[in-house]
């Protein structure tokens, strides 16, 4: 199974090329695309006027491939409509594997708060071209983290062996505490 991977793919320059509306609708829909065609689950996406930010699953494709493929595709569309001659996307694909559940509800929240941060909207729920809207939200693939293979297993040492090495103050005997000089009450 593979794993959640956060993606983020710019416009060249982080030109607002997505600002339009129907340029946004496409990046989405064809995206969506790539997923009812068993390429990927979708986690969480935020569509910003310049950039693209995932949380993604590949399904039998690297992400890199996958986003490659979005590019190519979604690239004539976009042009078209918003008359840009030269190309649309930066061909750079940002990628980090998410391995822990943790790592990949971190990156849901900031993809989904990605809109708020560039103040396109003070809640990401009412940003139309956000996981967080209601028009996404249900229709959102659930996280399947794959099983951790022998390399990402750490051993720990075992609890009575931390135990027995870090005895606590109280549990000392009073042989063991130091003797305290005694004073006298009176100046010598």
């Known amino acids: 199974m593979n794993a959640p991977v956060y993606v983020c793919v710019s416009t060249?320059?982080?030109?607002?090329?997505?600002?339009v509306t129907s340029a946004t609708e496409v990046a989405v829909t064809l995206l969506y695309e790539a997923r009812a065609r068993g390429e990927v689950r979708i986690h969480a996406f935020a569509v910003l006027p310049q950039a693209l930010h995932l949380v993604i699953t590949p399904l039998g494709i690297s992400a890199r491939a996958?986003?490659?493929?979005?590019?190519?595709?979604t690239e004539p569309l976009l042009k078209a409509l918003i008359a840009v001659?030269?190309?649309?996307?930066?061909?750079?694909?940002?990628?980090?594997?998410?391995?822990?559940g943790q790592a990949v509800q971190r990156s849901i929240q900031e993809v989904e708060q990605k809109p708020v941060r560039a103040s396109l909207t003070s809640r990401s729920d009412t940003y139309r071209f956000c996981s967080a809207h209601a028009r996404f939200r249900a229709d959102i693939d659930p996280v399947m983290l794959p099983e951790p293979s022998d390399k990402d297993t750490v051993e720990l040492p075992m609890v009575e062996t931390i135990a027995a090495e870090s005895a606590s103050p109280e549990?000392?005997?009073?042989?063991?505490?130091?003797?305290?000089?005694e004073?006298?009450?009176?100046?010598?």
Request: proline share 10%; aromatic share 4%.
């Open 12 to 19: 060249v320059g982080h030109l607002p090329h997505l600002k």
């Open 66 to 73: 996958l986003m490659a493929n979005w590019m190519v595709e």
């Open 85 to 100: 001659a030269g190309p649309v996307w930066d061909h750079q694909i940002v990628e980090q594997r998410l391995i822990s």
């Open 171 to 181: 549990t000392e005997t009073a042989e063991e505490q130091p003797e305290k000089p």
């Open 183 to 188: 004073q006298s009450d009176t100046p010598e």
